[in-house]
């Protein structure tokens, strides 16, 4: 069993920065992929990005260019930079674990078997 926390969220200004972060422990030694995962109330969770036991990442396009995703394998640590943050980033963001196979990364919710409890960003002026 995968526990996941996050931390690292707050309030930013427009065009500022914050990092995420997701301290991951599971004691099986499994690999797994990982991503992070945001939701606004009444909104549907969406991916923002992910990275598989290979390294390979994927982002939505809508923070391309603007996130950066990485993981610190020997501390079991996820990361989510995120620049030039926009009103719409503004979201619970959650960390997510799974271990089914796939070809390519995926930023499909329900592709993920485990949850942290969220760590809200609010992006204002």
């Known amino acids: 069993q995968v526990q996941l926390v996050e931390s690292g969220g707050g309030s930013v200004q427009p065009g500022g920065s914050l990092t995420l972060s997701c301290a991951a422990s599971d004691p099986s030694g499994k690999s797994y992929y990982m991503g992070w995962f945001r939701q606004e109330p009444g909104r549907e969770r969406e991916g923002v990005a992910t990275?598989?036991?290979?390294?390979?990442?994927r982002y939505a396009d809508s923070v391309k260019g603007r996130f950066t995703i990485s993981k610190d394998s020997a501390k079991n640590i996820l990361y989510l930079l995120m620049n030039s943050l926009k009103l719409e980033d503004s979201a619970m963001y959650y960390c997510?674990?799974?271990?089914?196979?796939?070809?390519?990364?995926?930023?499909?919710?329900?592709?993920?078997?485990?949850w942290g409890q969220g760590t809200q960003v609010s992006v204002s002026s």
């Open positions: 990275i598989d036991s290979h390294g390979s990442i």
């Open positions: 997510a674990a799974g271990d089914r196979q796939f070809w390519t990364p995926t930023l499909r919710p329900p592709d993920y078997n485990y």
